[in-house]
């Protein structure tokens, strides 16, 4: 009986001893569990505007689409235009000769052939003036018909871009307001994870959050609810490609350094208010359309707040947007889409 008793306190032992040794590492665990849950939080409402984010998409290429379409029967018009100045103008340069000249009297040039050889000629250089007189008037009656067609062509491109704009700008819409409509519980989440995260690495959290850096070692240049697409090398005016990437989101969401390092604020009439930052890498991050500035300028930390989503600049006031660059080391804009991708 005493040996039972024995054997059961040790179990009893053994097991208080395991929970013992259990409650650390749960709590451990909860702590990144929680950190998780909050991430998976995070990207679940993303995931909400992922629908009304790649309707706009959608909306977008076709609408890109359809500019160049247009871009490229404008550029057949005008060469369709120079040929038919050139042809015009031959046909015309000739006629005046002959009017200057009169009539042809044809007789009059085989009798005063001094040769057979030298009739021979003259009868096939008359037939050769005819003939090209022939190919002119051709060519000017195709070039007129290309003409018209082309300008129909151009009518019935501009109808569809004019729709698909208007398709564009209902589903702006409809992503802004599905953006704005989870913006403040994004908000919300956002600062349960950067007080978890604070928790889990034993420090605190102040009022001066610095948002955390992804997979990477970035930071993702917005904190708020937003959509983004790869819309690297998409047709723009004035014949340039866009060289970034359009982050949509609500006015006024809060825009980070994606590495610390120091920035500059400019204006100019495309990209509005800009920031340049230089990282300490010697990378360089280019923002652009921004409403304002949370700084002037100066030395910045990874994850600090320097700016706003606007539409300064030329973007649709419609469609609030941050424009963002990355050129590698200083050089040549990358696209930033794969890099987006892995700071979130």
Same mark, same amino acid.
């Given at each position: 009986m005493r040996r039972r008793s024995a054997r059961t306190f040790v179990w009893v032992l053994v097991a208080i001893t395991a929970a013992a040794l259990l409650v650390p590492v749960t709590t451990?665990?909860?702590?990144?569990?929680?950190?998780?849950?909050?991430?998976?939080?995070?990207?679940?409402?993303?995931?909400?505007? @992922?629908?009304?984010? %790649?309707?706009?998409?959608k909306a977008y290429w076709k609408l890109d689409a359809t500019n160049a379409k247009l871009s490229a029967t404008n550029r057949s018009l005008s060469k369709t235009k120079d040929k038919l100045a050139t042809a015009s103008a031959r046909l015309g340069s000739h006629a005046a000769e002959m009017y200057r000249q009169g009539d042809i009297d044809y007789l009059a040039l085989l009798l005063t052939?001094?040769?057979?050889?030298?009739?021979?000629?003259?009868?096939?250089?008359?037939?050769?003036?005819?003939?090209? %007189?022939?190919?002119?008037?051709?060519?000017?009656?195709?070039?007129?018909?290309?003409?018209?067609?082309?300008k129909k062509a151009i009518q019935e491109v501009k109808t569809e871009q004019s729709k698909?704009?208007?398709?564009? @700008?209902?589903k702006a819409d409809a992503l802004? @307001?599905?953006?704005?409509?989870?913006?403040?519980?994004?908000?919300?989440v956002q @600062?349960?994870? !950067?007080?978890?995260? !604070?928790?889990?690495?034993?420090?605190r959290s102040s009022g001066n959050t610095r948002y955390p850096a992804g997979p990477n070692g970035m930071v993702f240049p917005v904190q708020g609810s937003y959509y983004y697409a790869d819309t690297w090398g !998409?047709?723009?005016?004035?014949?340039?490609? *866009?060289?970034?990437?359009?982050?949509?989101?609500?006015?006024?969401?809060?825009?980070v350094a994606v590495l610390s390092g120091t920035m500059r604020t400019k204006r100019n009439s495309l990209g509005g208010n800009t920031i340049w930052l230089t990282a300490?890498?010697?990378?360089?991050?280019?923002?652009? *359309?921004?409403?304002g500035y949370a700084r002037s300028g100066g030395r910045v930390q990874a994850g600090e707040v320097i700016g706003y989503v606007g539409?300064?600049?030329?973007?649709?006031?419609?469609?609030?947007h941050l424009h963002f660059e990355i050129h590698p080391g200083g050089g040549a804009a990358v696209n930033p889409y794969p890099y987006l991708k892995k700071m979130e």
């Open positions: 451990a665990f909860g702590a990144k569990s929680e950190v998780q849950q909050l991430k998976d939080q995070l990207a679940g409402l993303r995931a909400e505007s @992922k629908r009304a984010g %790649d309707a706009y998409s052939s001094e040769t057979l050889d030298d009739m021979l000629v003259r009868l096939e250089y008359v037939s050769r003036i005819g003939q090209q %007189d022939a190919n002119v008037v051709a060519e000017v009656k195709r070039l007129q018909a290309d003409l018209v067609a082309q698909e704009a208007n398709a564009l @700008k209902s802004n @307001k599905k953006l704005q409509g989870v913006q403040t519980e994004y908000d919300a @600062k349960k994870l !950067a007080a978890a995260i !604070a928790k889990q690495n034993g420090g !998409a047709a723009r005016s004035g014949g340039r490609t *866009h060289k970034g990437t359009d982050i949509m989101s609500p006015r006024g969401t809060k825009c300490d890498n010697g990378w360089t991050f280019y923002y652009a *359309h921004l409403n539409s300064t600049g030329n973007a649709s006031s419609g469609a609030p």
